[in-house]
């Protein structure tokens, strides 16, 4: 791989991850704005819950404003990442024409559409920053001329060229996706779960997270709920053998236990880090088979969420089998702890496999 190549790759990664980064917290205020407003509405058969209740309508519309910029958000922070603040502009115009139906026939591009739309924004601003301009047009490059430009030069692109074809490949993979059921759906829950505990909020972990919230912005709630099971266990899991298993686990390592728990039940990964660092090879395997037990059987259960958070703390925005979230959850916690006793050695038995430390005669130094 070229230099040239590898520098295009490197901006490419980072840009994607800083355009999820700022998009999070607004993800999190819509969706549980939306789903606390919801939990005071009515279930009526065939429109789903109707609220009634002013205050709570009223923070639903807070919920929907949040979530319906999330995909301009993204966009704008993608072109913000290669091009610096001139892309936040053509970043969010197009991002908003990414999650606004367009054309004769009403195209939404939603996730994919603003993911390359971002990336295009920055390129073309860093392209019209080299340009020769003169000593007149310098003070207005920043506020008019850059963003212009590259405004309606992607803009355009987009339009005449790209719609169409994300468009559909958007539709079907929305299609597939919803269509998913049983044997399917637990192959897509196995592997977001995998990915959840692969590397504990790593790349990895990451482009499930980016994958998850792509399919929310079209409406598509399973793979989230799933995934966001998934986040959890690891941490709980740990915590859980700490208690149950403590000949595994040294004096420290069974008090880690304890923030491990709390990491777990508010949703973060990086609570198993610690037990990770110091041993891979048994606590890496444990981790990926109960974190993708627990989202495949989320998948199998028809478990929902709004909310792109995981843990007990997130239970409010599960929209669909609230209780099955909290079972398979404890499923997967479960798995992984029973996979940590048989795989984990008693810390006695590592503490004999270690070699002994040489000691130094300090009288013999003073000789």
């Not at 704005?33 to 509405?41: E, I």
């Not at 993911?115 to 047009?137: C, D, E, H, P, R």
């Not at 995934?227 to 915590?239: E, F, S």
Request: charged content about 10%; aromatic content about 6%; proline content about 6%.
């Amino acid at each position: 791989m070229s230099d040239t190549m590898k520098a295009i790759k490197d901006d490419l990664v980072k840009a994607f991850s800083t355009g999820v980064s700022y998009m999070m917290p607004v993800v999190v205020v819509g969706g549980i704005c939306l789903a606390l407003s919801l939990v005071g509405g009515e279930p009526t058969p065939g429109k789903g819950m109707v609220v009634t209740n002013p205050f709570l309508l009223n923070l639903g519309a807070i919920g929907s404003a949040g979530l319906g910029m999330m995909i301009p958000v993204l966009s704008a922070y993608i072109a913000y990442s290669i091009a610096g603040k001139p892309g936040l502009t053509p970043g969010l115009i197009t991002g908003f024409m990414a999650s606004t139906p367009l054309g004769d026939s009403h195209v939404v591009t939603g996730f994919l559409g603003a993911m390359l739309l971002g990336i295009l924004s920055g390129y073309v601003v860093k392209w019209v920053k080299t340009w020769k301009v003169g000593k007149a047009l310098m003070p207005v490059m920043p506020i008019m001329i850059i963003p212009i430009v590259s405004t309606c030069l992607v803009g355009m692109l987009y339009l005449y060229v790209l719609i169409g074809p994300i468009g559909m490949a958007m539709r079907w993979l929305v299609s597939m996706l919803s269509d998913m059921r049983g044997g399917s759906g637990l192959v897509l829950g196995l592997i977001l779960g995998a990915m959840a505990a692969f590397d504990m909020g790593g790349p990895v972990n990451k482009t499930a997270t980016a994958f998850t919230l792509a399919l929310m912005a079209e409406g598509i709630y399973g793979p989230n709920g799933a995934y966001r099971i998934a986040c959890a266990i690891p941490p709980l899991g740990l915590a859980l053998s700490t208690f149950i298993s403590r000949r595994k686990w040294s004096e420290d390592e069974r008090r880690m236990g304890t923030s491990a728990a709390f990491m777990g039940l508010i949703g973060i990964t990086e609570g198993a880090i610690p037990f990770a660092v110091k041993n891979l090879k048994t606590v890496l395997p444990c981790i990926i088979i109960g974190s993708a037990v627990g989202a495949g059987l989320a998948m199998i259960h028809g478990v929902e969420s709004m909310v792109p958070h995981g843990g007990l703390i997130a239970i409010a925005g599960v929209n669909q089998g609230a209780l099955w979230y909290v079972i398979d959850m404890a499923i997967g916690v479960i798995v992984t702890a029973i996979c940590l006793h048989i795989l984990r050695p008693n810390i006695s038995e590592v503490i004999k496999k270690e070699p002994p430390k040489k000691v130094i005669n300090s009288d013999m130094n003073k000789a």
